[in-house]
Structures are given as structure tokens and as C-alpha cells.
DNA sequence: GCCAACGTTGGC
DNA sequence: GCCAACGTTGGC
């Protein structure tokens, strides 16, 4: 079957939780070159992360830091098996409620690969997805190449309608159009930043009820990932073990949020929102 | 550090 | 099974 793509947020910047840094830079990631992606506790994105096969493609992000952004190419390169860290009361990601007896949270083993030469920003992405809001419109000149399609498939990505999602599907064409915007640049003497005012603005603000517009979109694409059938347990270990360096540092992963969902089972089919938004 | 967006929990 | 309250993500 043909790779299928996919973007993963770590978070570059330090941030201590539960006495332990979970900071996993670009330099990180260069330097370990292969990491388990411990520390997803959310599970529509471990649902998707046990979809995920060896030889995918991954673009990797830079999260909840100054300039958000993908900074690199890597690979899926062992597909899901259970999250250890869940289960270690010292992990800034220990999850109380699950045992080794019936593993709820995995994670995926994934392999650096290159550098985008040209960072892409976030700020660039929305830019981009902004500019065709209604129709689908031309690409700024400095960005020319990715053409019309470009800006439509920057347009339907998950990081725009799916902000919160760590682990979210990419199609293959908007791959194709981040590799080639890592690859060529052209934006450096752009202004992509929303300039002064601020753009998330909302009308009258009203603290509780918010949650009740309909962005429907793009949560189509996230279908199929309901997974059930239970990858069966693989043995953590294979290719380092827990202690090791790689755990010991810890990522900057999701944090915790969400439980609830499986309980006894295994979850229902595609499960994303629960409820929230309708 | 603020806070909008939105996911999760729990009462009913 | 709805929905208000609460907690978290993550851009800014």
C-alpha cells in the first residue's frame, strides 16, 4: 500500500511537567533519530497513530512555542504498540487509569529524515488558507509554484480546521505542496503575520456557550481511524528500552486530556469529537 | 501570560 | 443523551 502521510506536533521550547522537561526540538529529534511518540493522551489521535503503518511519511511540527511551524521530514518506522510511559506513575504523561492488562494508550516509533530547508511557518500555512476563503484563488506571487491546487490543499488541511489535533492525517498532495514549499521558500519578505489587530476577534463574547457553532469541515477526511481490533501488545522494548535515553527526556507530546472514551471496550468508530461542536 | 477554541466530564 | 461547567491546547 502507498505511504500515507501525516503530521505530528512536539514542542520545541522547555516545559516541566511533573519535575521532567518534555521539550523535543527539531535538534531533538536530528540528534536521537529515532523516537517513540510516547505521550499522545488523546484518542483520536492515538486512533489515528495505530492506522499508521512503517514507511509512512511524517511531517514534524513545532508546537505551543514563538514560531510554530514544520521543521522536518520523518518516517513512521514501527507502527503502534502500548504506551509505556502511561504506566509509569514518574512520567509527566502517567495515566492512572489504564494498566497493562488492557493498554490504552500507544505510540509509534518514528524516524527523522531531513530538515525542511526552508521552515515552514504556521503563520505562512493560515496566510495562504486565508486567502482563498470563499473561492479557490491564486497563490502569492513569492509562492507562485504551488498553484491554485496548492492553495486549495493548504486550504483543507487539518492544522487549519483541526488546530487541536497532535497527530492529524495529511493528503498526499498537500504533502507534495509542503515539501516543495520547504524545498523552494520564496516567502522570506512576505508578511504572513495577521498584522496588528487580532485576528481571533470574536464578536460579542460570551464565555460559556461558544462551543456552539458548527465547523463541521474538514473532520470528514479523519474518518476510518476508528481502529478497534486491538493491536495486540508488543513488547516495548525493541529497540531501546524504557530508561533509556529517549524516554528519560521525554517529549513534548500531547498532554493528558481525554480518558473516558474506551473505558471497557475498545472505543466506537471514529470518535473525535465526542460531542463539542455539532 | 492571556485567552479563544474546543475536548472531556458529570449532573440530570 | 443533552449540555453546562471545567480543563487543556496552543497561537499570539
Not at 521530514?73 to 492488562?101: G, I, Q
Request: one cysteine or more.
Amino acid at each position: 500500500m502507498a505511504p500515507k502521510h501525516w503530521l505530528m506536533k512536539a514542542e520545541p521550547d522547555s516545559r516541566i511537567v511533573k519535575g521532567k522537561d518534555v521539550k523535543f526540538s527539531v535538534d531533538d529529534f536530528a540528534t536521537v533519530s529515532t523516537t517513540a511518540w510516547e505521550g499522545v493522551r488523546n484518542a483520536e489521535a492515538r486512533n489515528i497513530m495505530k492506522s499508521m503503518h512503517v514507511g509512512d511519511k511524517v511531517l514534524f511540527y513545532h508546537s505551543n512555542c514563538k514560531n510554530p511551524g514544520i521543521a522536518a521530514f520523518a518516517e513512521v518506522s514501527k507502527e503502534a504498540y502500548p504506551d509505556y510511559t502511561a504506566w509509569d506513575p514518574d512520567h509527566p504523561y502517567y495515566d492512572a487509569k489504564t494498566d497493562k492488562a488492557n493498554p490504552k494508550w500507544y505510540m509509534v516509533d518514528v524516524t527523522f529524515r531531513s530538515r525542511a530547508k526552508h521552515f515552514i511557518p504556521l503563520s505562512l500555512i493560515k496566510h495562504l488558507a486565508s486567502l482563498s476563503s470563499s473561492s479557490v484563488s491564486d497563490p502569492p506571487d513569492e509562492v507562485d509554484y504551488i498553484g491554485k491546487e496548492g492553495m486549495k490543499a493548504i486550504k483543507e488541511m487539518a492544522l487549519i480546521n483541526r488546530g487541536r489535533l497532535s497527530v492529524q492525517p495529511v493528503e498526499e498532495t498537500t504533502w507534495a505542496v509542503l515539501e516543495m514549499l520547504a524545498e523552494r521558500g520564496g516567502w522570506d519578505d512576505m508578511n504572513t503575520k495577521p498584522s496588528k489587530r487580532n485576528t481571533r476577534k470574536v464578536p460579542a463574547k460570551k464565555p460559556q456557550t461558544q462551543k456552539t457553532k458548527g465547523k463541521s469541515s474538514a473532520k470528514e477526511d479523519l474518518e476510518a481511524f476508528q481502529d478497534e481490533s486491538n493491536v495486540e501488545q508488543i513488547d516495548a522494548g525493541e529497540d531501546y528500552e524504557p530508561g533509556h535515553a529517549t524516554i528519560g527526556k521525554t517529549r513534548g507530546r500531547k498532554r493528558k486530556a481525554e480518558t473516558a472514551v474506551d473505558a471497557s471496550s475498545e472505543e466506537p468508530p471514529a470518535r473525535r469529537s465526542t460531542r463539542a461542536r455539532n
